[in-house]
C-alpha cells in the first residue's frame, strides 16, 4: 500500500482540473485523474503517480466505479475535488429549461453526487477532505451569469452546511474560490443563452458580454487556483473558504466591507460600462 496521499479531482480534461492534477503530481501525491473520456487524453497519462478513470457526475454508477478503482490501484483516497463543471451565462429570458437544468445537474448536484459516493468511506477511516471548487460568483453577482450564480451559490450553502454535519467524522469541507482565470470557460466551453426572436436586450447583453469576457483575457491561468486547491488539502483546520486569484482576494472582501447598494453601484459602473438604459 502506498505510503502517499491520494487525490481524485473531477473534470481534468482541461482547465482548473488539468493543472490541479498537474501540480499534485509535481508534490508527490497519488492523483485520480477522472474525466467523462480518458481516452481522449494526451497528457496527464504519462505523469508520475497518476492514473485515469472515466467519471461522469450525472451518473452515479460511473461515480462509484471511480471511487472503488482509485483505491484498489492506490489503496487509500485521502481528498476528493469536484471540480467539474458547466458554464453558460446570457440573458435569463434567453436560456432554455434543457440549459438551466444541465447547469444545475453539472454544478450542484453532480458535485452532490460525488460526495455522496466517498463518504461512507471517508466516515468509516475517520478523515477526509471534501473540496469544492465554487467561484467568486457563489458569493458575489455579475450580470448575464443568473443561472450560473444560482448554482455557486446553491453548492456555497450547501458546502456551509455540510461542514457543520461532517466534522463530528474529521471531515472538512472546502471551498475554493476562484475570480476570473484563463480557461476555455471564457471560449470553447462557455455556453451562450441564444433567442433570435427576442431582441430586447441586445445591447445590454453586447455590453455586459464584452466587459465581462475583458476580464477573462487579462486573469492569471489555472495554476493560481491549482495551488489553492493544494492549499486546503493540506490545511488541517476546518476552514472553509479560500480565494483564488487576485480578482478574487479584493472582491470578496470589499463585498463583505461595504453597503450592497455601493457595492451594486461599483459593479455596474464596470461591467455595465458604455450602456445607457432607455428607462
Known sequence: ???????????????????????????????????RTP??????RALPNVKLYALDVHDETSIQQAVADTLRDFGSLEVIVNNAGYGAIGIFEKATAD???????TN?????NVIRAVLPHFREQKQGTIIN????????????????HGTKWALEGFSESLHYELRQFNIKVKCIEPGAIKTDFYTRSQDFFENPSLTAYDNYQAITHENTQKAGATAPGP??????????????SFRLRYPAGNQATW???????????WFINIVRGQVEK?????Y
Do not use: C, H
Not at 226 to 236: E, W
Not at 251 to 261: A, D, G, M, Y
Not at 274 to 278: I, L, T, Y
Open 39 to 44: 481516452d481522449k487524453d494526451t497528457q496527464l
Open 274 to 278: 458604455g450602456f445607457k438604459s432607455a
Open 108 to 112: 450542484v448536484f453532480g458535485a452532490m
Open 133 to 148: 471548487v465554487t467561484s467568486m460568483g457563489g458569493l458575489v453577482t455579475f450580470p448575464i451569469y443568473s443561472v450560473y
Open 99 to 105: 440549459q438551466i437544468r444541465k447547469q444545475f445537474d
Open 223 to 236: 495554476e493560481v487556483v491549482a495551488k489553492a486547491i493544494f492549499k486546503a488539502a493540506n490545511d488541517k
Open 1 to 35: 500500500m502506498s505510503t502517499r496521499k491520494t487525490i481524485l479531482i473531477t473534470g481534468t480534461s482541461s482547465g482548473i482540473g488539468a493543472a490541479a492534477v498537474q501540480y499534485f503530481s509535481q508534490q508527490g501525491w497519488n492523483v485520480a485523474a477522472t474525466m
Open 251 to 261: 472582491i470578496l472582501p470589499l463585498r463583505k466591507l461595504l453597503p450592497l447598494s
